[in-house]
Structures are given as structure tokens and as C-alpha cells.
């Protein structure tokens, strides 16, 4: 009995310390982080076919890798590095991470790698140490990803010249993998994509591609506090980079044909008409691009399926205080006034049209600015839960029926 109680105590203490050891990766979730790269893809560098038997098992992986957007992460283009080699600093509120090079090199890059190495990483996110990968690295995505594509990915970046290349030391805090750990446990479900034989091929291929290498809901799904995608609300909308990545579930796209929806890929034009912006526009230049007209399709054939529940309406922390304070500093100049064609906070009539929008896109059109009304208020110190406190503020003092 004794040990039994050991046991169960340990057992506690271990799950218990998962959870505070996974506190500090929370700041670290992917799509708040600040990510600095451009929107104008990356020159994908010419593979080595090698031997002709080789070749149609490159091109695969290379075609893989381009849906998968490696090259956009693993590209330090601050620095005009070269493809794949890695060193991209990932900026986040407990330090930098820099992303690994990826090409053969030996020493520095992933050429002693065996399959089942490459396989681990991509499908668990396991090092070939054994230590765990922070989920910057999409491999809750790519676990999705079989067996036979990423060994096609792997011979592609195996077919690539080798860069000599060691990237920066991480900040302390990303050298203790093992604080990925706590992560894993509470949110990590590993498992290959399972074809579901009620639906047809193409949609099975485009939920494949969403799912897995696409890793679409890294910024198209709302994240808890510990920056793990809500699955039940999945692709339903978050805030990357400033940026709203809008819901694209059935709901969000029924009034859009198929090939409106490819046009957002291959044509960068949003579904309301203007041009692609931010991350989404380099998730075209370096992937979405090169896929065939068939798998653009679908995906979006897929994704004009996709149900999730509506994500409840924000109970935003910072709370009326916070907003009330920044709209008075920051807002109320204009927005008391009119000045500039501003909707006047209180004004019912002239707020009920934009409320119609969606909470989501007044937020967006606020962090990024519309018309005369400069990004985020001119709040430039303000965070996006910040300005969205403000302007939950305004709308509550401005619509009083809804
Ligand atoms: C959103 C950014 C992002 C994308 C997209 C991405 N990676 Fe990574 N990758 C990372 C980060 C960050 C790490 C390091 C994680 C860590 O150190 O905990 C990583 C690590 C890796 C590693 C481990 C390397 C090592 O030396 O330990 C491999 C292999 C890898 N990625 C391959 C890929 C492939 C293949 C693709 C495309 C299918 C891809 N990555 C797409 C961010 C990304
Ligand atoms: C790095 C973050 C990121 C990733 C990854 C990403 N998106 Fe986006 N997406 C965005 C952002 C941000 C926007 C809004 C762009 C804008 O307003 O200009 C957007 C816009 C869109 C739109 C246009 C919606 C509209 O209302 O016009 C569609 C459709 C879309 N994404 C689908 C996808 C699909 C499918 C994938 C995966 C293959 C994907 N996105 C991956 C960030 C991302
Ligand atoms: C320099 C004047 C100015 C300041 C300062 C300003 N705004 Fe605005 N705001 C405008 C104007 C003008 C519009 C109307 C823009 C349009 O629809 O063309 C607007 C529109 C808005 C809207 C409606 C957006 C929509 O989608 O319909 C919101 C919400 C908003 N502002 C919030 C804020 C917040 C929050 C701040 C302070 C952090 C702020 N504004 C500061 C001028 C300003």
C-alpha cells in the first residue's frame, strides 16, 4: 500500500510539474511570436536529381516540402541566408529561438541523419538526442504527414548542396528542451492522417494538405494561454503577427466558390476583393503557388466543409479598465470628436453597420488601420489584447441593443 501511495504521489508531482514546466513555452506559442520575414517568396535552390530512379522521389519531395513552406522558416531572410540552412530568429517575449539548418551538411545540418531520425522529428518531435522540440516546429501538424511523403521530403533535402552552417545559440530558456515536455504531455496528439473512406479522394487530399504539411490552423485556429490550437474550434480565426487570419470553415466561406477560394492562393485576392497581406501573402510566395490547380481546389473544396463550434466571444482579461484607459489616452481624441469621419463612440447608428462585420474584423481593421484611422489608434506600444480591450470598450459604450 505504501508504495502504492509513492506512486501516485510521484505520478502527481510529475503531472504537476508538467504544467509549470510548460509555462514558460506559453509566450512562446508560434502565432504571437514576432516574425520578421518577407512576403516576396524565397528562390527555391535547384535539387540535385542524382541517378534517374531517384529523380520522380526528389521531385515528390520537393513538392512536399514547398506545401509544407520549410523553406520559409528554416531561411534566415533577415540576414539574405541561404535556403534551408537554417538560423531564422523566432523573436518571443522569453528570448530567441533560431531555427536549424536542414540541408545535408554533417556537421551542421541533418546529413548523419537515418530515416527513422527524420521521422521522429517530423512525426513526435523528438530529437535524435531524445530531447523534445519546442512547437514553433509545426510537428503537431506534421504528425499527421505519412511515412512514404516525408522520406520523400527527406531525399529531397538530401538532393540539396550541403551549407556549412552553424546557427546562434538559442536564448537559455529554449536550451532546456525538456520544458517542452509538460507541452507535449497536455497537448500533443501524435498519428498519421486516417483517410476517412466516407468522403471522396479529393476531399481526403485536401483535408491531408490542410491537416498536415499546409499546418493551416497554426494561424487560422484561436490558441489557449499556453499557445496550443483549440481543436474544437478549429480554423475558426486567430491574430498572427498583427494580422486577423480569418475563420475559413464552412460557415466563413459559403457564400464563396471553389475557385474564389484557389484565387486567394494562386492570385493573392482576398475573398472580399483587396490583396493578399502578411503572412498569408508569404505563405503563397513560398507554398500555396506551387501547388497544381487540382490540390488548391482541394483544399478549398475541403475547407468549404470544415465545422467548428464558434468561438465564444472573447472574455478579454485586460477587461473594461484597460480599455477605458487606452481609449482616453490614445482613441478619444478622434473618436470623441469625429474628427477625420471617425465613428463617434455612443453613436449607435454609425457603429451598428461596422458591427456587422464581426467582432474579428473591426479588430483587424483597428491593429492595421482603415481609411484615415492610423494602425492600432497610434498606440504603438499597445499589445493586440490591448487594443482588443479597447475596442470592446467602445463597442460596449456604443451598441446597446444586440
Ligand atoms: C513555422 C516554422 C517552421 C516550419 C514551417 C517548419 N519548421 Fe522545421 N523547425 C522549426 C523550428 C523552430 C525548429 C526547432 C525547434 C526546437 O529547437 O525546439 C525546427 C526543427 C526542425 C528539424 C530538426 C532539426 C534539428 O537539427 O534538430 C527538422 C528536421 C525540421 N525542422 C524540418 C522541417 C521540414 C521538413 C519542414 C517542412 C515540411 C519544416 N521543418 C517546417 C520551425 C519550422
Ligand atoms: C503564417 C500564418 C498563416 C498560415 C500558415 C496560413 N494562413 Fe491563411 N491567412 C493568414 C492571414 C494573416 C490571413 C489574412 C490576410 C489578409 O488579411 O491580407 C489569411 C487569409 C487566408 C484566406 C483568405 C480569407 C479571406 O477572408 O479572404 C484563406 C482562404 C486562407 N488564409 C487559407 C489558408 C490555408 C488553406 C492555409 C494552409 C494551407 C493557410 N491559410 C495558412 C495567415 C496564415
Ligand atoms: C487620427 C484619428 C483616429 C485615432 C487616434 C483613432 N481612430 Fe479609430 N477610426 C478613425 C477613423 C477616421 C475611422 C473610420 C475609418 C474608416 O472606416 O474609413 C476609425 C475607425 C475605428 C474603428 C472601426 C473599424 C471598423 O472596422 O469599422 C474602431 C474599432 C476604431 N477606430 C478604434 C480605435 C481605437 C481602439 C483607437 C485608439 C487605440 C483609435 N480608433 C484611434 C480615426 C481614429
Known amino acids: 500500500m505504501k508504495s502504492l501511495y509513492v506512486l501516485k504521489k510521484e505520478t502527481f508531482i510529475i503531472i504537476l510539474s508538467a504544467i509549470w514546466l510548460s509555462l514558460p ?31 520522380a522521389l526528389i521531385e515528390k519531395g520537393e513538392y512536399l516540402a514547398k506545401a509544407g513552406d520549410c523553406i520559409a522558416c528554416h531561411t534566415d531572410t533577415q540576414h539574405n541566408g541561404t535556403p534551408f540552412a537554417g538560423g531564422l530568429g523566432i523573436k518571443t517575449s522569453v528570448g530567441t529561438l533560431y531555427t536549424p539548418n536542414i540541408t545535408p551538411d554533417k556537421d551542421t545540418g541533418i546529413g548523419n541523419w537515418t530515416d527513422e531520425q527524420f521521422l521522429k522529428a517530423m512525426q513526435q518531435g523528438i530529437k535524435p538526442n531524445g530531447s523534445y522540440y519546442f512547437p514553433a516546429f509545426p510537428y503537431p501538424y506534421f504528425t499527421k504527414i505519412n511515412r512514404t511523403d516525408l522520406l520523400a521530403i527527406k531525399a529531397y533535402l538530401f538532393s540539396l548542396k550541403p551549407i556549412h552552417q552553424t546557427v546562434p545559440a538559442n536564448a537559455p530558456l529554449f536550451r532546456w528542451h525538456f520544458l ?23 476531399w481526403n487530399r485536401g483535408a491531408y494538405l490542410v491537416q498536415g504539411p499546409g499546418h493551416c490552423g497554426m494561424c ?9 490550437a483549440k481543436e474544437e474550434y478549429f480554423l475558426k480565426g486567430s491574430i498572427v503577427d498583427h494580422y486577423y487570419a480569418p475563420a475559413i470553415t464552412s460557415d466563413a466561406l459559403k457564400n464563396y466558390t471553389v475557385e474564389q477560394i484557389a484565387a486567394v492562393f494562386a492570385k493573392d485576392k482576398l475573398l472580399t476583393g483587396g490583396p493578399v497581406k502578411g503572412p498569408m501573402a508569404e505563405v503563397n510566395n513560398n507554398s500555396l503557388k506551387y501547388m497544381s490547380p487540382d490540390d488548391l481546389r482541394a483544399i478549398a473544396s475541403y475547407l468549404k466543409t470544415v465545422k467548428s463550434k464558434l468561438a ?11 480599455g477605458k484607459k487606452i481609449y482616453t489616452s490614445y482613441c478619444a481624441t478622434c473618436h470623441n470628436t469625429g474628427a477625420a469621419g471617425a465613428p463617434k463612440i455612443g453613436d449607435t447608428a454609425a457603429w451598428i453597420p461596422r458591427s456587422k462585420q464581426g467582432t474579428n474584423i473591426i479588430l483587424q481593421h483597428t491593429i492595421n488601420g482603415i481609411g484615415s484611422m492610423p494602425p492600432k489608434g497610434n498606440c504603438v506600444s499597445c499589445s493586440d489584447q490591448e487594443i482588443q480591450a479597447t475596442v470592446e470598450y467602445m463597442l460596449e459604450h456604443s451598441i446597446t441593443t444586440q
Do not use: C, V
Open 25 to 55: 513555452t506559453l509566450s512562446f506559442a508560434l502565432p504571437n511570436s514576432d516574425f520578421t520575414h518577407t512576403e516576396q517568396g524565397i528562390a527555391y535552390p535547384k535539387p540535385n536529381y542524382g541517378i534517374s530512379t531517384q529523380r
Open 180 to 202: 517542452a515536455l509538460g507541452w507535449r504531455f497536455l497537448f500533443f496528439h501524435s498519428g498519421e492522417y486516417r483517410y476517412e473512406p466516407h468522403q471522396s479522394a479529393e
Open 220 to 228: 487560422h485556429t484561436p490558441i489557449n494561454f499556453m499557445g496550443a
Open 312 to 322: 465564444p466571444r472573447k472574455p478579454n482579461k485586460l477587461g473594461s479598465d484597460t
